[in-house]
């Protein structure tokens, strides 16, 4: 149908796009519900790889042994997305398509190095997920393809998230960040500073050569430019950014309780 009904804009939770349909802010009218695709909802783990259905709900991903035990910063994310409503509706592959840079699911995967699976007639295509934006609400999917999945490869290290909005919930994040760090290795995304979703390669590096505090805070400064709006101002932005990325540090220096790899926050 994407093939050769198209234009169809792909639609399932429908908790951003009913918005956009209401505000009259939708160009293309014509949809194609994936709803009933089960098949799309799976979540399963194979040789440590962990693979996630795009129709999985954020509620799906609270639930989920696997997630709590491979990715518990997700499970931490899908959390603080909207209320119960918002999660038994809402997927992961709706936040990830919808394409906002405020999108709490965003940093996890950008930070965890996921692909993000592409389906078309013609065959699959797996894209790495700092590849998939190419700007503000643009992303490389072709419109004869659907997102099915996502793939994260075993992570090692404490595992880290935090949002920062007007509420923990039901409410647009200012800032969000999600880490990982094991040893020399780190791995650190953004959201909410920049027209997509930033991995902060340059702050990453900083960090595990062991620079000072100073040192990371101007890197990260060279890697997001946030705006003002009438969520908050830039300035705001970059000085929480700077306090999170402190807070990552400090959380996941600490030495875990009972052995414990993982922490989140």
């Not at 999985?56 to 119960?84: H, N, W, Y």
Request: charged share 25%; with cysteine.
């Amino acid at each position: 149908m994407l093939r050769d009904e198209g234009p169809l804009t792909p639609l399932a939770g429908c908790t951003d796009l009913y918005v956009a349909l209401n505000f009259g802010t939708l160009k293309d009218l014509r949809f194609l519900n994936l709803w009933p695709l089960d098949a799309l909802r799976t979540i399963q783990s194979r040789r440590g790889v962990l693979t996630i259905g795009a129709l999985a709900t954020f509620t799906d991903l609270i639930r989920s042994p696997l997630v709590r035990k491979q990715l518990p910063m997700l499970a931490a994310a899908a959390r603080e997305v909207g209320g119960v409503q918002i999660q038994n509706r809402g997927t992961l592959g709706g936040n990830v398509a919808n394409a906002s840079p405020a999108g709490d699911s965003l940093p996890v995967l950008a930070a965890a190095d996921a692909v993000v699976v592409l389906q078309s007639s013609a065959g699959a295509r797996r894209v790495p997920f700092t590849a998939f934006y190419t700007g503000y609400r643009q992303t490389v999917r072709r419109p004869d393809e659907l997102i099915v999945a996502f793939e994260i490869p075993a992570i090692r290290g404490r595992q880290w998230f935090r949002k920062v909005g007007t509420r923990a919930a039901q409410a647009i994040s200012k800032v969000v960040m999600a880490g990982v760090r094991d040893r020399n290795r780190v791995q650190i995304a953004v959201g909410s500073v920049a027209p997509t979703v930033v991995r902060l390669s340059k702050t990453e590096a900083a960090v595990a050569s062991g620079a000072s505090r100073d040192a990371a805070h101007r890197a990260l400064a060279d890697e997001i430019a946030p705006i003002d709006d009438i969520r908050s101002s830039s300035t705001y932005r970059r000085r929480v950014a700077e306090n999170l990325l402190d807070r990552f540090l400090s959380d996941t220096s600490r030495r875990p309780a009972h052995g414990r790899a993982k922490r989140v926050k």
